[in-house]
């Protein structure tokens, strides 16, 4: 990475996301996460993102059971993301 990708994905910012599914039930934060409302059938998690690489990984892992809700630079980022990752497999 180089210009202003490398400061993007190194920069510190807090995001939040909601968790629905499976995954509610056995979520256990990691020292960068904080569960901000808890409901009986999602979970709104705030996140320090120190990394984006390893923040999208996380997001990612947990398959389509996840929604990032802000801030809205993060979303554009992982919608591209995941554009590219669906245009691998389109023809598929």
Not at 38 to 49: A, D, F, R
Request: net charge positive.
């Amino acid at each position: 990475l180089v210009g202003s990708e490398m400061c993007i994905r190194d920069r510190l910012y807090t995001a939040q996301y909601r968790l629905v599914g499976d995954d509610c039930y056995s979520f256990k934060p990691t020292e960068e996460e904080r569960i901000v409302l808890k409901n009986n059938s999602s979970l709104i998690i705030e996140y320090k993102v120190k990394n984006e690489f390893k923040f999208f990984q996380r997001l990612l892992s947990f398959g389509a059971d996840f929604e990032l809700l802000s801030p809205d630079f993060a979303k554009k980022s992982l919608s591209e993301k995941i554009d590219k990752m669906f245009a691998r497999y389109r023809d598929v």
